[in-house]
């Protein structure tokens, strides 16, 4: 299961680098805690451009990810690996790129996360917020899901394989054989 971080998993917050800052979505560390119960892989992948672009550090990154561990572990949850991608068009030094592979819709994380961790893409589900999500989920060749919290109520869902109101919706749709 590859899952967007912001407005996914927690509440969206433009370019979230405050551990403070961070609100986990109602229901998604439950959600993410009834997939790892099934033995399912769960994999973020979220782009990171205000790293790229200097607006903060991998090292705030790194204390906002400490911190959405230890929220999910409060439910008993956690996640199996998590992937950014600081590449913008307008990032700084090596970070300026304009069509990055790891950057969504790019399937690079997928990919990689795929072959490090030993995963079937084709048996694989992206879920987010943003089209930017369900493009690099079937640029992967997963099968994927909009949730209509952060971006998604404004989004076009004519890629995905169903829209579900929030992560825990998505997650009981696809653990039912969506």
Request: negative net charge.
């Amino acid at each position: 299961m590859f899952l967007d971080r912001d407005g996914t998993l927690n509440v969206e917050v433009d370019h979230l680098h405050r551990v403070e800052d961070l609100v986990l979505i109602p229901g998604s560390a439950q959600a993410v805690a009834r997939l790892n119960a099934r033995d399912i892989p769960v994999v973020v992948v979220t782009n990171q451009s205000g790293i790229g672009r200097g607006r903060f550090s991998w090292k705030a990154y790194g204390a906002v990810m400490a911190r959405l561990g230890e929220e999910l572990a409060r439910a008993g949850a956690h996640l199996d690996a998590a992937y950014a991608a600081p590449h913008h068009p307008e990032g700084q030094g090596e970070y300026r790129h304009p069509d990055h592979p790891d950057r969504k819709p790019n399937p690079g994380m997928l990919r990689r996360a795929a072959e490090e961790h030993g995963l079937d893409l084709s048996a694989s589900w992206m879920i987010g917020d943003k089209v930017l999500d369900l493009e690099a989920g079937r640029n992967a060749g997963c099968r994927v899901a909009l949730v209509r919290t952060g971006y998604g109520a404004t989004q076009d869902a004519s890629l995905a394989d169903f829209v579900a109101e929030d992560l825990a919706e998505a997650v009981d749709r696809i653990l039912a054989g969506a």
